[in-house]
C-alpha cells in the first residue's frame, strides 16, 4: 500500500488504494455509501465520483449540508443520494433498510470521529466488497479499544484533548473479522484500514 498511496481528493492518500482495490476487483463504476464527508471537498469516494459516473450516498450532520456539497461537485456526473443526519448505532439500521442503500454495495467509507465502533458493529456481514475505516491511531496498534456508545458523542465534548474519538485498528481488525472481511493494510498516515469481502 505504499507505493500506492495517493491524494487526489482524499485527506490521507486513500484515493490511490482504492482506485487499485477497485482496478483489481474489476469495479468499473463502483456504488458507494460514505459516512462522514464534510462539504465533500475531502473525501475517500470524491475521486471515484467525479471519474466513473457511479451510483452513490454521502451522509453527514453538518449544516446546510447539501448546499455545501453543490458547491463542490458536479452532480450531473452520477447519481449521488445526499443525507444530512447524525449516524448513530440506532439510527444505521433504519438507514439501511429504508434507503436499500446496502443492496449490492461496492464501497463503503466510515469515518465520523466518534461511535464508529458500535455503527459498524450493527451492519450486517458481507455489507460491501470493500470497506474504509478510520481508527485512532492514538489508541496504538495492540489493543482492541473503543470509546463508549454514548448518545450524541462529540470528541470535542468528550475529552480536553480532542484525541479520544473512533477505535482502534485492532477493534476494528477483530470486529471485522467477526463480518467475514480479510484487513489488507493501512495509509501511510496510519489513520484508515482498508478491508475486502472474503
Not at 474489476?26 to 466513473?52: H, M, Q, W
Not at 453527514?60 to 443520494?81: A, H, P, S, Y
Amino acid at each position: 500500500f505504499n507505493d500506492l498511496d495517493y491524494k487526489i481528493f482524499s485527506q490521507n492518500g486513500e484515493d490511490g488504494i482504492l482506485d487499485y482495490l477497485l482496478f483489481q476487483l474489476k469495479i468499473d463504476k463502483p456504488k458507494f455509501l460514505e459516512i462522514g464527508v464534510g462539504d465533500y471537498s475531502e473525501a475517500n469516494t470524491r475521486f471515484i465520483f467525479d471519474r466513473c459516473s457511479p451510483k452513490g450516498t454521502i451522509i453527514d450532520c453538518i449544516e446546510n449540508f447539501e448546499i455545501r456539497v453543490k458547491k463542490n461537485i458536479k452532480l450531473w456526473r452520477g447519481e449521488l443520494t445526499i443525507i444530512n443526519k447524525n449516524i448513530n448505532a440506532e439510527n444505521i439500521k433504519d438507514i439501511i433498510e429504508n434507503q436499500k442503500i446496502f443492496s449490492n454495495l461496492d464501497l463503503l467509507s466510515l469515518d465520523i470521529d466518534g461511535i464508529d465502533y458500535w455503527v459498524l458493529e450493527k451492519l450486517p456481514k458481507n455489507f460491501s466488497k470493500i470497506v474504509v475505516l478510520e481508527f485512532n491511531p492514538i489508541f496504538g496498534n495492540k489493543l482492541k479499544v473503543t470509546v463508549p456508545n454514548v448518545k450524541n458523542f462529540n470528541r470535542n465534548d468528550y475529552h480536553y484533548s480532542n484525541l479520544c474519538f473512533g477505535m482502534s485498528l485492532m477493534a476494528s481488525v477483530e470486529l471485522m473479522k467477526k463480518k467475514n472481511f480479510y484487513f489488507l493494510g493501512t495509509n501511510l498516515f496510519k489513520n484508515n484500514a482498508f478491508f475486502v469481502s472474503n
